[in-house]
């Protein structure tokens, strides 16, 4: 019984932070149509974002404030995301809309490449530590283990992400507009929707949320080269399983993903790098519209 | 379209040119054009699949499967001779090719290629958890030999591998230059720009995609058994996403009109990487993607486009 | 003798729209058939069973006695029946005597075999096919680069390369300048083997008059007439609902 809980508690704390992350980039493929291969390296640069900005608050007034460490983190996300979401679209992306949907995968990779080393020029190679927030929390006992607390913020923080963007898409005005563009770009502009405007506001946010899931990640881990390339294939993965462009799908996945990792760690140790991908694999082979699919199906 | 005899003509000369080359050539620059024959041969594989109008993000998987095909075999069979080790490798790779594009046929598009950087990651992971084939860390192979003749020297080796490396890329090129040129070269085209057409005048989709597939994953296979032997070395890395990323810049960087674009491409990227390793490490991806980026905006049809003159058309965006 | 195509009691629905309501219809060797009605009367839909596009819910449809029904395209065109589309499908990328040259390797079987070349008399073949559809003077000339008219012969002599029993043609003079419209259909016949069963839909009423030997006039997913131009135009049932009263 333990085991179990432990599983479900591992897994959950997991799915947390690969939700915040696959949500953006779910929503940025619903939204723009772009399956984007760069959108681990928006997480990496939150990450970093959020170590320096933890970096500079703890080191000022943080003393004093520590809880107001989480607030600087948002900001570090927020900037990255101003800065390099309406950048990349209207700077990158929309010169390519008009060609065949693989081009532009093909752009987001050549941008992984080009950010992967920019990281790199920006914060050298060595590891940076923003371990203050991970211990805002303290820790919480759930039978014989002790977790910390942080972990469950995360869920928490994952939760309210979750409820807000679906509150966001189905309850506000512009939220529908949105979904009607993931739904039919076509329509919608036909029906006057000014989709140039939706297009930088959904990618921004898609970037937000990258760089958040890295920010507040970043107290847990160690802040180097090789974040990226990880990320954007768990993302993917949790994205494709969904369904590309849902959000509840997105959910639901990472859930799934984050149980199958827990449980694969502590029963089958051997598959715990490949079962997200024999996942995968299997809902493209089965079902390649994913659980739910906002979209047309694009198989053929 | 080059006649037969233009293609020996070429092939001929070529193969001199090589063979020149590596007796002036300094030993490291010899061996980097072994490793780019390697990937070369890897991504004229992907070039195939291009042109039937797909991209695969995991061509990577075959360049492993070859890799560790041709390093198991030396290992554990005590076989060294290269022609059979680099075979072995392409066979390796064709059997996973045969049983993947059955049910990589009917994927398109994104689907496609997240599918296949799925199969890759699989191996990948599979691999890496194989403690009997060397887990993450992988397997270090013993020297190879040709036909017999086992080299003196490193710098021998490096040459006869080279040689080797130049007969090989030559004949794959003149065979893939005479299937380029084909009927069935022009059926992949055609699938490529119109697959309900083709549908419609009788001939399967599915096994066009389905035969350049398997013939990518031969390609990948060789390419990767070349490697593994040049290298020494076999990884888990081999199947990594970013293993197959590079098959795609190169792929990407040539365009699918041109082999001899392939493997210039191969040789820039190799270049890249070892001249930006000395002087500036953290630049050298980003130099790729810039390429990359340039390649997709200037030149739609890739180098391979200046070399065989031919106007550039992007089926996609065509009005009719 | 086996009538080339025989449609027997042709039913499809999509959801509550009834497309094709019992069409049958028997058509015999080298018939030229024109097909009209209004849009959504049903003769895409007849078409898109014939050529197995799409599945009939009830009915049989049979090439020289054999039963196609429900077969896919590919197998369908193998049997010899061959169609051209409204908006032409052809191969933006390759040139006119490759896309010829193309299809005919798919007839005889060569695009599948290694090695196998354009060779002299695979370019005969495509010189013949160019010039009885006057196309010689694309023929280097890359398919995306050509006008309208151009790339509806190109889809139609693609269709031809394979000797086919039967030649559907969706509308081959749509999309075509009036002035040219005649000139197409005239090269098109004249192209032809005289022993291919034509069957074309349109939309022209001069065109249809001009080259079909019988009319077949759907409606509402029914067949209201079936015999020769003069009769069928003459229909009160057809003025009314397909031609217009002021004929």
Redesign the interface.
Known sequence: MELVTTILIDGLIDASWIFIVAVGLTLIFGVLNI?NIAHGNFYAIGAYAAANAVGVYYSGAGASMPMLGLVAMTVAALVVAIVLGPLLERGLFR??Y??????L???T??????L???T??IWG?NPYYAYEPYGLFGTVSIGKLDYVGYDFFLIGMAIVIGILLWLGLNRTRSGKVVLAVIHDREMSSAAGVNVTKIFVISFTIGVFLAALGGAFTAPKISVQPGLA?MVV?FS??VA?IGG?GSIEGAAIASLLVGIARALAIHLA???????V??A??LM??VR?QGIFSPTAL??? | MLSRLMVWLLAGVTLAILVALGEVLPSWCVFLLVTAAAKGLAALGLVLVIRTGLLSFGQGLFYCAGGYGAGLLMLWGGITDMTLLVLAGGAVALLFGLLTAPLLASYRGIFFATLTLALSMLMHGALTKADFLGGSDGLNLHSPTLFGLRPASAAEAVHMLYLFSSVLVVAVAVACRRHFDSLRGLLSLATRDNEIRVEYLGASVSRVISENFVAAAFLGGVGGALNAIAVGHIDPELAFWTTSGEFVFVAILSGYLSVAAVFASSILLELIRSFSSQYFPNAWQMSLGIFMLASILFLPNGIGGLIVRRKACDPGKDPA | MTAALEAKQLNKSFGSVVAARDISVIVNRSERLGLIGTNGAGKTTFVNIVTGYIKPDTGTVRLEGRDITGHTPRSITRAGVCRSFQVPQLFLTLTTAQSLAVAFGIADGRAFSPGASIDAEMEGKVENLLERFRLIDYRNRMVAELPGGVRKLIDIAIAVTRKPKVLLLDEPTSGVAVEEKFALMDIVMSALDSDVTVLFVEHDMDIVSRYAQRVLAFYDGKIIADDLPETVFANQTVRTFITGTAN
């Open positions: 399956l010169f390519f008009h060609r065949d949907e693989i081009v995968v093909l752009v990779y050549a941008l992984f490449l080009i992967e080393d920019a790199k020029l190679v390339v294939l993917f993965a494709v590309l140790p051997w598959a715990e790098l490949f079962i991908y024999l995968m694999a493209l082979a390649p694009r198989k053929i």
